[in-house]
């Protein structure tokens, strides 16, 4: 089982980043501005893609289909992710970090169930986002997905079984705890199309899309490129390889240096 899925954070006018979701030189690494997301909308829609909505099991093996997701819960989501999305025909995952509802620059609950309504898939991005999620103990980390599984469920009036892994720091207990709490979807964020399953919770990887992605770069993944995907597959490792080594002083050098 094969499936492209994008990474998306916040979708941000130019000059904005403040304006949603988290803050910081290296929140920002993530925003992407308005004009060129629309040209990702464009290109995909020009290319007869449809968007794919991983919360039901007949959805995941679609033809010509992309898994466009966003994560942490900001509120761009709202103000410009979806009316974008749905401008092109498109729809979206937005895992939201629960414990940041209701706060500036984040989602809010209204906004949320009306993203619902809207045909979006609601789905866990944690609770409070922890820094390094595999590195939680199992019980903080079946903690961290129940509360927010539990808070979505209490503002759309539906389950949630999709979710993401925050920062990328992703393991087999992570998934089997995300499992134990009805978990059904799981992405993280290795750069590969391969669907595998973890005590019954399909595990989906992603490409990221950062500030200094290209349109073209973009098309290329999006496309199939051998040699991009590799690219992205091998730079992704190499930081897994660096972030298991480094711990938290990886995480603290890498701010530090992008604060400079």
Known sequence: MQLTSIMYHDIVDDGEQASSGFTGSHADIYKLNVATFEEHL???A???TRSCL?????????DNCVAITFDDGGESAFTH???LLEEHGFRGHFFVATDFIDTPTFLKKHQIRELATRGHVIGSHSASHPTRMS??????MRTEWRRSVETLSEIIGEPVTTASVPGGYFSRRVAETAAECGIRFLFNSEPVTKVYEIDGCKIFGRYT?????TTAAFAKIVRGNVMDKFQQYAFWNSKKIAKK???RIYVSATRKLLER
Do not use: H, P, R
Request: proline letters at 0%; glycine letters at 6%; a negative charge.
């Open 46 to 48: 020009a290319s007869d």
């Open 54 to 62: 991983i919360n039901a099991v007949d959805e995941i093996s679609a």
């Open 42 to 44: 464009k290109l995909l």
């Open 245 to 247: 080594i480094g711990g």
């Open 209 to 213: 899309i950062k500030q200094n992605t």
């Open 135 to 140: 590195n939680c103990t199992a019980d903080e």
């Open 81 to 83: 992710a979806a009316d």
